[in-house]
Nanobody
Framework: QVQLVASGGGLAQPGGSLRLTCAASGSIVRIIAMEWYRQAIGMQRELVARMTSDGDIKYEASVKGRFTISRDNAKNTMYLQMDSLKPEDTAVYSC??????????????WGQGTQVTVSS
């Protein structure tokens, strides 16, 4: 089994920064892709950023140039650096990882959400 733990959320002022962390533990052979999603109150969940094992990165249009997704392979951890935060970035942020495990099958695991609130 794999567990993902998301952390780093909190309160930030407009224009401020936060860094989210998603740490995976368990019998992971290879991480194929990792994603950050967010869901604001009354809104649908949306994909914020995605990174694949070959380095392909995609961002949701409204966060391009402000958010940066990265990973530490040795720690099975991914990050979301969020700069120039705006009130509309307020949401619960969740992470997932598509991983190959020792049984050679591929699974998708989710971490719990972490609240990000941008307000003055």
């Amino acid at each position: 089994q794999v567990q993902l733990v998301a952390s780093g959320g909190g309160l930030a002022q407009p224009g401020g920064s936060l860094r989210l962390t998603c740490a995976a533990s368990g019998s992971i052979v290879r991480i194929i892709a990792m994603e950050w999603y967010r869901q604001a109150i009354g809104m649908q969940r949306e994909l914020v950023a995605r990174m694949t094992s070959d380095g392909d990165i995609k961002y949701e249009a409204s966060v391009k140039g402000r958010f940066t997704i990265s990973r530490d392979n040795a720690k099975n951890t991914m990050y979301l650096q969020m700069d120039s935060l705006k009130p509309e970035d307020t949401a619960v942020y969740s992470c997932n990882m598509e991983v190959t495990m020792r049984d050679t099958f591929t699974y998708l695991f989710w971490g719990q959400g972490t609240q990000v609130t941008v307000s003055s």
